[in-house]
């Protein structure tokens, strides 16, 4: 999307103040404080940026309304002076500035906007850590379900100071450069940025009499034993999240999740295609000519009795309801598929082969209609 109205999505008929309107709704949606590590979203952030620096400008907007993008270049290259867009987050940053009237007095845009979701401002309570554990099933229990122990580390709510860091409730100073805020605002050229104070850390106060337990860091590392439940019917690469398993919170924030990530062994029989389960059973070619009955395993106890009909051909498939995996969402079962899989035996008694060879004499092509088949293709090449 390389049109400035389309990015912004507004009719090129707006006025200023509906292009400001949907900048604003959409940087908000897109800033990088919200979208840490996401480069589509900062990507994002800088388009609509430079589209807004276009539109909102009268001048560079009637040039760009006649001539486009390379109309617009210009008046010094393109948005930000840089053909082609933003060359850095500081330009985008400082036309986000801009449409928000600016900082000062101490507080930052995101504090306006967001309700203080990325500044500092004193002791906010924050979620602890999520984590992630690797656990290996046996396809049996992937698809049976079963119940594992896991042993983790987690950091935790220090017993000895409650989670306060402190050895004492006058150890906890408000922090005298930001203070107490959590935020520090510098000046840059002609804007001003608000980040959080490197003395505090963003919190607002320090601690001047730590914990002996956890040195003032509120928690400390604790090995916990989780019992988890693996639900039948997960399959290879599924992950369980277990919410509140994850590191303690800090300052009476909520803890962390766990995610379990599944890895399911392979089976030296079975293979597994979604929900269905494919058994590849191996008969004699007398069996194949004549029909037989046979038994084969399944995930259950007990066996399945298939009939096998005379006449049945390499790579046919039996279906045997409801004898394959669970669906994991508790939507029904899936089947046990027979692949029929024809022998050719690879040593003969004198009297086999001679059996053989009396049948090869009184064999019909009626009787192989594939082999029939491919005659008759192989004589239209050929004529």
Request: proline share 4%; glycine share 14%; hydrophobic share 30%.
């Amino acid at each position: 999307m390389s049109d400035y109205y389309e990015i912004l999505e507004v009719p090129r008929t707006a006025a200023a103040d509906e292009i400001k309107k949907a900048y604003r709704k959409k940087a908000l949606q897109f800033h990088p404080d919200k979208n840490q590590g996401n480069k589509d979203a900062e990507k994002r952030f800088k388009e609509i940026s430079e589209a807004y620096e276009v539109l909102s400008d009268d001048k560079k907007r009637q040039v760009y309304d006649r001539y486009g993008k390379d109309g617009v270049q210009g008046f010094g290259g393109g948005a930000g002076g840089h053909p082609g867009g933003f060359s850095s987050m500081d330009e985008a940053l400082r036309t986000f500035m801009g449409a928000f009237g600016g900082m000062g007095g101490g507080e930052s845009a995101f504090e306006s906007y967001f309700g203080g979701d990325f500044g500092g401002g004193g002791s906010r309570a924050r979620q602890g850590a999520s984590k992630r554990v690797n656990i290996t099933v046996s396809f049996e229990e992937a698809a049976r379900g079963a119940d594992k122990e896991l042993a983790i580390t987690n950091y935790v709510s220090c017993k000895t100071c409650h989670g306060k860091g402190s050895a004492s409730a006058q150890g906890v100073k408000k922090c005298t450069r930001c203070r107490g805020t959590g935020q520090v605002v510098e000046q840059r050229g002609f804007f001003s940025m608000s980040m959080a104070c490197p003395q505090c850390n963003g919190e607002g106060q320090v601690i001047t009499d730590p914990c002996k337990d956890c040195h003032g860091e509120g928690v400390v590392k604790e090995k916990q034993h989780v019992k988890v439940h693996i639900p039948a019917g997960v399959d290879n690469g599924m992950r369980l999240k277990m919410t509140g398993y994850g590191d303690s919170g800090q300052n009476g924030g909520p803890a962390g999740d766990l995610y379990v990530f599944i890895t399911v062994e392979r089976h030296d029989m079975f293979e597994r295609e979604g929900n269905d389960i494919i058994l590849d059973l191996p008969i004699s070619f007398s069996e194949a000519a004549l029909g037989t009955k046979k038994d084969v395993p399944s995930l259950t106890s007990h066996q399945c009795r298939i009939t096998i009909p005379e006449g049945t051909q390499n790579g046919k498939v039996f279906r045997v309801k409801g004898e394959g995996f669970p669906n994991v969402h508790g939507q029904g079962k899936g089947d046990l598929l027979v692949r029929i899989f024809v022998e050719t035996p690879s040593k003969l008694s004198d009297r086999q082969k001679e059996i053989l060879q009396e049948y090869a004499k009184l064999e019909s092509p009626a009787n192989l209609p594939k082999h029939k088949s491919f005659l008759d293709k192989l004589k239209g090449i050929f004529s």
